[in-house]
């Protein structure tokens, strides 16, 4: 948020503390393609523009152990099918940073097909951006909700009863919709779908 919103001394502390945190960890999982975009695209650029060597270094070292949740079942651990049951009809929502900036592309579809009894619905128009974009919802809320009623739109036209996406913050604002419409739709991570097992 404070990178975004255009302080940058603001986010270094956050920066410097994330990268501390995780120093030694041998892989840093994220449910959030947002985030994970953030710290791939921008964590050396704000430790390069600080004139931060050793900080420099150190997100170096640290980016190749950085994943987004469904890129690292499927890229670092070759798991498509993680043995979940999930009788449901999904569509999922491709938010703009996990196929723009992390280029994600079919990884979450591919988890979804393999999730046993999910029937899934694509959108005829997935890249479509929901209107969220961190503080541009609060700040230009009236574009904002006029970019989310073609997406809502989208939605409900693949009949889905759930909507999933890799970044609960789409997924926030696209239920918020939803549910001010009256509509049965829910919104999921994709994380939950794939942890429901056969019973649950």
């Known amino acids: 948020m404070h990178w975004n919103t255009g302080y940058a001394d603001g986010a270094l502390p956050l920066i410097r503390n994330f990268v501390h945190v ?25 430790a390069q523009e600080a004139g931060d060597s050793t900080l420099t270094k150190d997100v170096e070292s640290l980016l190749p152990r950085v994943f987004e949740f469904s ?7 070759g798991v498509e099918d993680v043995g979940a049951f999930f009788p449901h009809r999904v569509t999922y929502h491709a938010s703009c940073h996990s196929a723009r900036s992390l280029n994600l592309g079919d ?16 959108e005829q128009d997935p890249p479509a951006c929901c209107g ?16 989310l009623v073609p997406k809502i739109n989208s939605i409900l036209n693949t009949r889905a009863e759930i909507c999933t ?17 009256r509509s049965l739709v829910k919104a999921m991570h994709l994380a939950e779908i794939l942890a429901s097992g056969e019973g649950a």
Do not use: W
Not at 107 to 122: D, F, K, T, W
Not at 168 to 179: D, E, F, R
């Open 22 to 46: 995780f120093r030694d960890a041998d892989a840093v999982v994220i449910p959030s393609a947002s985030c994970a975009a953030m710290i791939r695209e921008y964590y050396g650029k704000a």
């Open 71 to 77: 890129e690292f079942l499927v890229k670092k651990l």
């Open 165 to 181: 996406a890799v970044d609960n913050s789409c997924l926030m604002h696209i239920y918020g919709a939803l549910h001010r419409q």
């Open 132 to 147: 969220f974009g961190g503080t541009f919802s609060i700040k230009n809320a009236d574009v904002s909700s006029a970019m």
């Open 107 to 122: 990884i979450p579809v591919r988890l979804l097909r393999n999730v046993r009894g999910l029937e899934y619905a694509a």
